[in-house]
Each structure stands twice: as structure tokens, then as C-alpha cells.
């Protein structure tokens, strides 16, 4: 019974904290629909941030298993995979309020990295290994270095989404990876590679 009270309150806090961002949010206003008291919320978290930091998680492990149904897309050649990835990816990070990303990267930067590393830590592998694949496969250029490339995809999203770059641009989150990262799949692309993006 205590978990699934707790799992409740993971899960109306966390829709909460997406459509109104985190700064603003009290835990009393977090946990209102569930007409509990902040004192019950406490049993099971020790603050505001703790509480954060188990939605965060939930939200992330969300995204991670979506990332594992296309990335073990057998049908699905290397490309697709990564140009899925991103799109996906794009797709939920601009899905939200974008006050929730803001309050998160300007007011929690460090527990949103702690958590997302922990998430994804095996993230980075299973993308160079796309990308070797890709490689291997004829799709990506021979000269390429997956390890860099699959650093330089990360720290080309996290400036996509992070740094608030494109936040004034009035663009579409589609017409931005549009502009940047598919730029930049395109790049690692042999002309087979290149035809398979053009499908």
C-alpha cells in the first residue's frame, strides 16, 4: 500500500512539475489532486528536491525505454536508428512546458545530470555502437571515430536543449534538428547512408 501511495505521488508530481515547471511548485500544490497532506509526503520524501529527483527518474526511465525499442529496431538500418533517436528525443523534450526544462537547467543543473547519467549510463555505448555499425555496414563514412562521434552528437543535443539557444528563434523543435543534428547525421554519411535518409 506505502508503495503504491508513493508511486501516486511520483506520478501526479511529475505531470505537475511538467506542465508548471519546478521552481514555482510547493509541495502542497504538487500533491493537491491527491488531497493528502505534505506531512504524508514527507514519510516517503525528504524535500521538495527529493521528491524532484524520483520524478526526474521516472520521467528519464520513460525516455530510456523508448530509446531501447528503437534502438533494437532490427529492421531498421543504422541511420534510421539514430534520425528516430533524435526525432523522438526532440519530440518529448519540446512536448513539455518549456518553463519545467528552464526551472531544471537554470535552478537543478546538477540533479538533472546526476540523474540522467545514472539512467542513461549505458547510453553512450549503445550509441557508438550504432554508429560502428553504421560504419561497418557501409552506411557511415570509414574515417570516422565513433566514440567522438557519439560525444559530439550529446554535446551538440545538450546545447540544443540546455542553453536555451533557440528558445527566441520562434523555429519548430523539427525544423531545428532539422538545421543541426540531422546537419551533422548527414555529414557522417556515405551515399548509401545518404539514400537511406533521403526514404
Known amino acids: 500500500m506505502q508503495k503504491v501511495l508513493k508511486d501516486q505521488i511520483i506520478k ?11 521552481r514555482k511548485m510547493t509541495v502542497q500544490k504538487l500533491v493537491e489532486p491527491l488531497s493528502i497532506s505534505t506531512k504524508t509526503v514527507y514519510k516517503y520524501f525528504t524535500d521538495k528536491e527529493d521528491l524532484l529527483k524520483n520524478c526526474l527518474t521516472v520521467h528519464y526511465q520513460d525516455l530510456a525505454k523508448k530509446f531501447a525499442v528503437i534502438t533494437k ?20 523534450d519540446f512536448g513539455v ?48 571515430v565513433p566514440a567522438v562521434v557519439a560525444d559530439a552528437f550529446e554535446v ?13 528563434s520562434g523555429l519548430t523543435p523539427i525544423v531545428i534538428l532539422e538545421n543541426t543534428i540531422d546537419v551533422y547525421l548527414r555529414g557522417l554519411c556515405t551515399k ?5 535518409l533521403e526514404q
Open 192 to 196: 548509401k547512408g545518404l539514400q537511406e
Open 97 to 144: 512546458n518549456q518553463i519545467f526544462y528552464y526551472d531544471l537547467n537554470y535552478y537543478y543543473p546538477q540533479l538533472q545530470d546526476s540523474v540522467i547519467k545514472k539512467v542513461f549510463k549505458k547510453y553512450p555505448i549503445v550509441l557508438k555502437k550504432i554508429i560502428e555499425d553504421g560504419r561497418k555496414r557501409g552506411y557511415f563514412r570509414k574515417d570516422i
Open 73 to 92: 529496431n532490427k529492421t531498421s538500418s543504422p541511420v534510421m536508428i539514430l534520425s528516430q533517436l533524435w526525432r523522438e528525443t526532440m519530440k518529448l
Open 156 to 168: 551538440l543535443y545538450a546545447n540544443i536543449t540546455r542553453t536555451g539557444k533557440f528558445k527566441e
Open 12 to 22: 501526479v508530481s511529475l505531470q505537475r512539475f511538467l506542465k508548471y515547471g519546478a
